[in-house]
Every structure is written in C-alpha cells, then in structure tokens.
C-alpha cells in the first residue's frame, strides 16, 4: 500500500498588479513511515478546485512518477476573475490502481495500490497563503457511504492512517451486511445491536470511525498517543 503525501503543502504566489495565480506543491507517492518510495510507473491527476458547493475545476494537469523518483513539483497556473472563488482545494490522485474504494481494495496486488489526497482548503488569492499541514483521505465504502478523515503530513507514527486500519476498514466496508473474509471469529460479534469497541494505537482512529458509521449503535472509545475520543 501508497500513499500520496505532500512534502510541501500547496502555497499560492500572486503578484498585486496581476491576476494570474500560482498554486504550487511538492508530493511524494511512500509506503505508510515513507521508507520505502513507490517503485513503478505511476500517472497522478492534479486538480484545483473551489472549495464551494460547484467545486468549479481551476486548473488541472497530468503528472507521471516513474521508478526512482522520490517526489514531484506539481505547479498550477490559472486568471482570477471577480467571480473566482477565494477559497480552493488540491487533490493528488492515481488514474489507475486508486485505494480509495474499501470494497475492492484487496481486489488486485495490494503493493500498487495508492490512496489519493486532498488539501485542506486554503486562500488561492492570496500571496503566500498556504494549506495546513494536513492531508485528506476519502474512503468509500458500502451503500454509498463514505467516511473522510484527516491525518498529519508531518514525518511521525502519530495521527497517520496505516496499512492495517484500511485492511480492517475494507474488511467492514460492507457492513451491515455481513463481512466476507478470513476473519470469521468477528460474525457474530458484529452482528451484536450493542457493541462497545476498544480501539487501542488508533492512530487517527480510522477502524473505530468506520465502524461507527456503519453500525450507528456501536459505542466506540478510540486511544491513541495523546488522543483519547469517543
């Protein structure tokens, strides 16, 4: 498993007298503690779009990571109107082998699977502004459920989304159905209507979160480094 991690969050540039607009960002495609660049060829999309209800496309562009690389400049370029919204959102995705739906993510060899990010919204009008240091995933899962969740984009074991939440978020993608899986010990816990769940190194909490939305009735308690939620 991969992930799109941004090095550089986005940051605008922008001249007082000119209307053009720069979004620049640095990204990188890692294992989950980045020790390990991903080792294939890879086509990534980049989009900037308005943080509103059109999400209106600002600028796009198509990058290619190939074998030996360790991170990608992604620049956009796009003239501000007056009817330009002020507030806008990166997104870093594979067009091929995403990890983004849960229901097929062991579909195919897990290894060349790459989940997508999403800034947090940011002032792209604004010279110098810059998105926070946060990253977002997007996970679909069953019944058109899909559960957003954000982790750090700082180099630590803290608040980060690991290989083994999003093969447990798979494996509960398709609840209240019964899973299917090699984890038949869980069938009838899971189909309890009163469940209280433990989730201990939860990290951002991913399992527990996940859970909870597919099982509304189940009462969760996720601890993890100095986050304790409920």
Not at 36 to 65: E, I
Not at 101 to 112: H, K, N
Not at 174 to 195: A, F, V
């Amino acid at each position: 498993m991969h992930f799109i991690r941004f090095l550089k969050v986005p940051t605008t540039t922008s001249k007082p007298s000119s209307n053009i607009i720069t979004v620049s960002t640095l990204i990188t495609i890692s294992t989950d503690l980045s020790e390990a660049f991903y080792d294939g060829n890879a086509t990534l999309r980049a989009t900037l779009r308005a943080d509103t209800q059109s999400r209106q496309l600002l600028a796009s562009k198509t990058v290619t990571w190939t074998p030996g690389l360790r991170n990608i400049p992604i620049q956009f370029t796009f003239a501000a109107s007056k009817d330009t919204a002020s507030d806008g959102i990166v997104c870093i995705s594979a067009t091929e082998n995403r990890a983004d739906d849960m229901r097929t993510l062991f579909a195919g060899p897990s290894e060349s699977r790459i989940l997508s990010a999403w800034s947090t919204p940011f002032n792209i009008l604004q010279n110098g502004s810059k998105a926070e240091a946060f990253v977002e995933r997007k996970l679909q899962l069953s019944a058109g459920k899909m559960v957003r969740i954000w982790e750090e984009t700082r180099e630590d074991i803290a608040r980060h989304i690991w290989p083994g939440g999003l093969a447990m978020t798979s494996y509960l993608s398709t609840l209240p159905t019964p899973p299917t899986g090699q984890l038949s010990s869980l069938t009838p816990l899971l189909s309890n209507p009163s469940l209280n769940v433990l989730e201990l190194g939860a990290g951002c909490g991913l399992a527990g979160i996940v859970l909870h939305t597919l099982l509304p009735s189940t009462k969760i308690i996720a601890r993890g480094g100095d986050i304790i939620g409920a």
